[in-house]
């Protein structure tokens, strides 16, 4: 059993590599741009390092520092039917990849894109002015409380007024979707606006906290990266792998830091026991744990097809809303969640929940592949509405999130969050014009 676990993911890697070249030979350069490479490198991470470091440590999980995969102790049969899963998500993928290759539009260039305008640029700083304003109130107005630790900051937003919490999810989303929005108004102008471009990066690297979130630092680089790559220069393959690896590695090693707060005892922790893959461990575990449960499931159709209503207020459902992630700390892991503390969930413990198994992830797979081909040749099309590259990066910087919480999780963000934004940046550019409002 051992060698077929490894078969599974070198045959996993070799799917997805097969998807890339055939991108790099139809369009002549690496298209990164794309939203399903992005869902495609998030899968095989999230469900083959893993693994892979549980065989290198010797087909078992040695440190008790981690005492979920130290006490999960997963056998070679428990990691097949994880990585089979993973598979037929892959081939789900390629299935319709292949089907429509040959329907997918050549790459365009950056005069034939629709200018976002000056007006609504105007219209996003003066938001993103009043965002920044409002977040530095809320933080340190007296509003929140002094959190004393990473989990403790989601204890204490957990606790404040209803009102509070929406102001908070709402600017956060808001800032973000304006920063992509702005990032894309500059680098259509290039290099008009190089000391935008330069402040923007200054912001984003002076703003992280290396003892909180690493989301925001690493969401903002990479929308950069990636623009840059579809706007202004195409970056070759060779740089993709490095930048990708370097980019990998500094989010583990910035999650070690996260934990121990100490640069040295950071180094002696990975020359000990080798890089951590934190988050990527967690999200496995999940999978774990699941995949050895001997009772069943009994997870109640409104928690299964949550993803696809959670963007509706609770008040105007006729049912408890609670999504899977939640179900999951609820039963397993109620008193983590009570201090605060979560574990996102994972699309392959979404599968193993949902009873379908391989049938399932096939077409999880097929439909996130059709999805991504749609936005990408959307992308390439010469007739666009300005909002639809904002839209359209904000769901390939955080495709991730299709992995590491659920199928459709960005469901949510696009109705609550980046479709507001939109329309709230349309508003205000009016005051801008020379049709101003009445």
Known sequence: MNELVIILILLIWVIFTFIIVSSIRRDGYAPFEDIGIMFLLAL?????????????????????????????QPSSEDVFIILKITLFYILGYATIFYRKYKYINKPIKKKETTLISDEIMYGTILLLIITIVITLVINFGGIIAQSTSYIDQYLVIQQLPLAIKILIKFT?????????????????RWPRHKGLLSLYLLITIFSFDPEGSRTGLVTNILTMIIVWHFLIYQIKTKYWIILFSFGILTFLFLGEFRDTANLNETIQNIKTNGIPLGELDSIWANSL????????FNVPISVLTSEFFAFIPSQLLPFDKLALHEWFLETYHWQYKALGGGFAFGAISQVIVGGRGIFEAFLRGAIICYLAIYLLNKLRSKKNHWWFYPMYFYIYTYAYQCIRQSTFYLLVDIVQIVIPTLIVVQFTSKFFSKNKLI
């Not at 800032?175 to 990032?183: A, P, R, T």
């Open 44 to 72: 095989i991470l999230y469900t083959t390092l893993p693994p892979i470091s549980w065989i290198f440590q010797g087909w078992e999980y040695n440190n008790p520092e981690y005492p979920r995969l130290f006490k999960a």
């Open 172 to 188: 956060s989303g808001l800032g973000n979707v304006l920063k992509f929005i702005l990032l894309i108004a500059i680098l259509q």
């Open 289 to 296: 744990e699941l995949i050895t449960e001997t009772q069943d």
